[in-house]
């Protein structure tokens, strides 16, 4: 789920997992990723916990993001980078973006440019998540060489990216795929 629809009890959380009396997990090894909730980034940003922001980005502008991304409707990426922003001069930590690439969608050097744009504007890494094959879905991932391509298109544009390892891909495990082999989207 998204933790920042439940920011009390993320925090919450977070408090249990860096508490020296707890489980004492240094809070600069402690990540809370979202999809972009605005508000809920800037609700974060005031708690001054010194944690990593993920943003699961996914597409660099707004007419991408709504294709794939229901949240996007609601929440406009100029208003995520907005928060994003504001929680990075909170505490001067950078943030990372996740980029789920998708064959023939997000993966054109447009893309690579735009994405560039924000990750220079916001100091971030990059994640990028090659996508894992759900059936009934219309996107293809793309080949190994194709994601190298990418990150490489955008280390070219001073961004800190990598190319984030799949695991689970070979039981239909992997991220996204047991949603709908739960039948949970049936």
Known sequence: GEPLMNLEQCVAAVRSLIDP??????????????AGLPEG???????H???TLAISLHAPNDALRKKIMPLANKHSLD????????FYESRHREITLEYLL???FNDTNVCAEGLARIANRLRCNVNVIVYNPVDHLEFTSPSPAQAA??????????????LRASRGGDTQAACGQLRLRSGAAQ
């Open 21 to 34: 009396d707890r489980f004492n997990i240094s809070a600069r090894h402690v990540t809370v990723s979202t």
């Open 149 to 162: 391509e990418f990150v490489k298109r955008l280390r070219s544009r001073g961004v800190n990216a990598h």
């Open 41 to 47: 980034i800037r609700q974060l940003a005031a708690t």
């Open 79 to 86: 208003d995520v980078l907005a928060a994003a922003e504001a």
């Open 102 to 104: 998708l064959a023939g």
């Open 49 to 51: 916990l010194p944690i």
